[in-house]
């Protein structure tokens, strides 16, 4: 049984950085891609990053190109997305996601098969 923790969230002021972690058990990841999305109130969850277990390349969402980066620590099981120069608009619920498939990167909610609970992020101004 696959199973996704994340953790970091926390109220942060905006031109701040936070780094959020994805604790990840039950399996072997090494064909997963692992990802990041995030849901605002009222809106829809919305990619944000995403990164492939083996070989660790990455893709990001034009929001937060620049800003944010995810990366892996093969050792520990863990993801990790390190944000920096955060804005009000990046307050959301964060959740870690994990697709199965082995294919190319994707960024839509229903291509990925696990996810964690999630973990708030608040960015005042």
């Known amino acids: 049984q696959v199973q996704l923790v994340e953790s970091g969230g926390a109220l942060v002021q905006a031109g701040g950085s936070l780094r959020l972690s994805c604790a990840a058990s039950?399996?072997?990841?090494?064909?997963?891609?692992m990802a990041w999305f995030r849901q605002a109130p009222g809106k829809e969850r919305e990619f944000v990053a995403a990164?492939?277990?083996?070989?660790?390349?990455?893709y990001y969402a034009d929001s937060v190109k620049g800003r944010f980066t995810i990366s892996r620590d093969s050792a520990k099981n863990t993801v990790y997305l390190q944000m920096t120069s955060l804005k009000p608009e990046d307050t959301a619920v964060y959740y870690c996601?994990?697709?199965?498939?082995?294919?190319?990167?994707?960024?839509?909610?229903?291509?990925?098969?696990?996810w964690g609970q999630g973990t708030q992020v608040t960015v005042s101004s």
């Open positions: 990164i492939r277990w083996s070989g660790g390349n990455t």
């Open positions: 996601a994990a697709d199965s498939s082995g294919s190319a990167f994707r960024s839509r909610v229903y291509d990925y098969d696990y």
């Open positions: 039950g399996r072997t990841f090494s064909r997963y891609v």
